[in-house]
């Protein structure tokens, strides 16, 4: 799944470690997360959301042009 984590995680200048410990899995997760190749539950895009100060739709509603 495409998403946004990436470019908004670093754009807040925080690490992947940062962030998965924030939301409480571990820092490959993450990673999985951002490449596209791990889709996260619901609960999880939530705590990522709520913990980067973004949206759902902002962090993964993809957009077909």
């Known amino acids: 799944m495409k998403n946004n984590v990436k470019i908004t995680r670093i754009k807040m200048n925080i ?3 940062e962030l998965a410990q924030r939301v409480g899995v ?8 951002e490449k596209g190749e791990y889709n996260p539950s ?8 709520k913990e980067l100060n973004k949206t759902l739709d902002d962090l993964f509603w993809k ?3």
């Open 42 to 49: 619901l609960q999880l895009c939530i705590a990522i959301a």
């Open 15 to 17: 690490t992947q470690q």
């Open 63 to 65: 957009v077909e042009r």
């Open 26 to 33: 571990a820092r490959q997760t993450i990673g999985l997360i």
